[in-house]
């Protein structure tokens, strides 16, 4: 199991393969106040509803939980709900440590928080924000350069990611330039249909991706969703990796077989141990 930790190092290294942080790395994790942040579907559910289940039939996946509180509380309810959500106090993990002293030239994060914007606060970056439900434009991105020297991000036109050193790509936001999340399925469905259409992610990107593997952390694909996104986001893919001790049912399976990805058979926390 070393020998394949280090040829993923080494990957990552050389930028051949590349990162995609799931909701599963924050599991265990806990504000400074002691909270614990959402690390599933489940818990991100009762983190939405004040600790408090909701019927089975919103149980089922968080998109549909935030879609029920949207319509009844409205879109920027569940905004200010996610952004008070993310910018509770609390430490990044040490696999995003790990991976950022990595330097790898390209981040998928598709979690919530601001984590790797801190750790790369201090080194230029361009930031890619995903966006929905935008009727201006059938884009559903925004590309942002970061000033180290005024600690600020600037609203830039894609072809400033030529020459970026880095790239970090949240497509579901964050609450950084601003607060902006893609979380209810009204998001999710609007998204999905314009990345299917090519207008999720920069040209550039579209380039960039060919022939690269991906190490998927903390993603779990028992749900159409997730399939769906990271579908989207590694079109072209070479192969990768996916960190799990899950039994993995027959969804999961044929996801990871035709993306041509090999399971590591390890729980995240045996992976970090051995991976930092």
Not at 182 to 196: C, G, P
Request: charged letters at 30%; aromatic letters at 10%.
């Amino acid at each position: 199991m070393n020998e394949i930790i280090q040829t993923i190092k080494k990957e990552l290294r050389n930028q051949t393969t590349v990162p995609y942080f799931g909701l599963g790395i924050f599991e265990g994790v806990t504000t400074k106040e002691g909270e614990e942040m959402p690390y599933d579907s489940d818990s991100m559910i009762l983190k939405m509803n004040n600790g408090r289940p909701m019927s089975q039939r919103l149980m089922f996946e968080y998109s549909r939980a935030a879609m029920h509180l949207e319509q009844r509380r409205g879109v920027e309810y569940i905004t200010q709900l996610m952004n008070h959500i993310y910018t509770k106090s609390f430490e990044p993990t040490s696999l995003q440590k790990a991976i950022i002293d990595m330097s790898p030239r390209y981040i998928i994060d598709t979690n919530r928080d601001t984590k790797i914007q801190e750790l790369l606060a201090f080194e230029p970056h361009c930031l890619i924000i995903g966006k929905s439900r935008i009727m201006a434009d059938k884009n559903r991105y925004e590309v942002y350069e970061y000033d180290v020297e005024n600690k600020k991000y600037f609203l830039v036109e894609d072809e400033v990611l030529d020459n970026a050193e880095k790239i970090l790509f949240k497509p579901m936001g964050s609450p950084l330039p601003e607060p902006n999340f893609i979380i209810s399925d009204a998001d999710y469905v609007d998204w999905l249909t314009e990345a299917m259409g090519g207008f999720a992610l920069p040209p550039i990107l579209k380039t960039y991706r060919k022939t690269k593997k991906y190490l998927f952390m903390g993603t779990s694909f028992d749900r159409d969703t997730d399939r769906m996104v990271a579908n989207e986001l590694t079109l072209d893919l070479e192969g990768g990796y996916v960190i799990t001790d899950k039994e993995l049912g027959k969804k999961e399976k044929k996801f990871i077989e035709k993306h041509n990805l090999e399971v590591i058979n390890m729980s995240l926390q045996d992976f970090i141990k051995e991976f930092i």
